[in-house]
């Protein structure tokens, strides 16, 4: 009877140990995925970490200085 059912239903009656095998394919090949994007993602972040902090130094500068600027104007306008 299965071998006369189409693909997707002649699976259901594949034995248990082919569906537990087919499941651990599966979980080792998202775990793999999952760990080679990790470890991308954690190589990007690292790359790009001393500019990032390089950039969050240079925004708070500005806005520093532009605050300073701010004040020493009202400070020329008032004399």
């Known amino acids: 009877m299965a071998r006369d059912l189409e693909p997707p239903m002649a699976n259901w009656f594949e034995s248990a140990p082919a569906a537990f095998d087919a499941v651990g394919y599966t979980l080792r090949f998202q775990m793999n995925t999952m760990a080679s994007l990790v470890r991308f993602y954690k190589k990007k972040y ?10 969050k130094e240079e925004h708070a500068e500005v806005k520093r200085l532009r605050k300073y600027s701010f004040i020493s104007e009202d400070l020329f306008l008032s004399c």
């Open 46 to 55: 690292l790359q790009y970490r001393p500019l990032y902090e390089r950039l």
